[in-house]
């Protein structure tokens, strides 16, 4: 049966771990590329999809996430009396309708799978969605909304997928594949972090899902997976192997892997680049940073 996506599950539970010493306090989901916060994007692109309710599923020390998209008179009344409006614009992006917002604690970092299965009961019985807030992606139509859209046809549950070079496929969840229609793959097995040399296919699992409620019920029937820890692709497989549909959805946009320093520094740049009031300066820094190289090499 396919269904209207309404809910979005925010798995932001991780430790964070590759951004240490920052995230011991700072979420990684505040971190900012250019002066908007990683879960900011993430959020936008689950409105333009059509979502509605949003759960993010928290550990501790991410309370600055609640108070992020908590309102703020005093600084909107001092915004307002001082004429800046565009600022006002800017700070409304962060406001949610009371209700639109849960938050439910994972207690212990079990996994990604683990985080998502603690929205169950949030969830109830319809599709959802899954949005990694550190997988940001950059494009004309927001990933999700691309996915939705395919998804009103296919039903199913349904993954973003990414052609990855074959030694960068055992640090993803990697599809094995039936056949291709266009930009959808028939997906019928997953491997999470498959072993160097073994991965099924070079298309990679990243962090965008439409998933049906029955994906809940078999964490129930798996095993912990790859890295000791309750893998969500394991919980996707699984309705394979109960014989109900899965596909893989080849995105248009570029995807940065914000969980990634490399990642980050690298959205930072080409989000800065694409604001008009930046643009200038930092490619005439850049350039001149390339020229200092190339004379230094
Ligand atoms: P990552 O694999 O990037 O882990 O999680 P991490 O803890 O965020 O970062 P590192 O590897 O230690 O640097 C992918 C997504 O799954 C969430 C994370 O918050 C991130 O959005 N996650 C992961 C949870 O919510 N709970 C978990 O137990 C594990």
Redesign the pocket.
Known sequence: MKRKVTKAVF?????????LPATKSVP??IMTLVDRPLIQYAIDEARAAGIEDFIF?T?RGKSALEDYFDLAPDLENALRKAGKTELLKALRDTNMDSGAIAYIR?HK????G??VSCARKLIGNEPFAVI???DVIAGETPCLQQMVEAYQETGGSMVAALEVSPSQASSYGVLDVSSQDGSLVRVRGMVEKPAAGTAPSNLAVI?RYILSPRVLQNFSKIERGAGG?IQLTDAIAHELTEGRDVFGYLFDGKRFDC?SKAGFLQATVAFALARDELRDELAAFLDTLHTQRQAAQ
């Open positions: 798995p932001v539970a991780g430790l964070g771990t590759r951004f990684k989901e599923v550990s994972q970092p079990l996994g990604l683990h985080a990694l807030p550190d962090g820890e969980g």
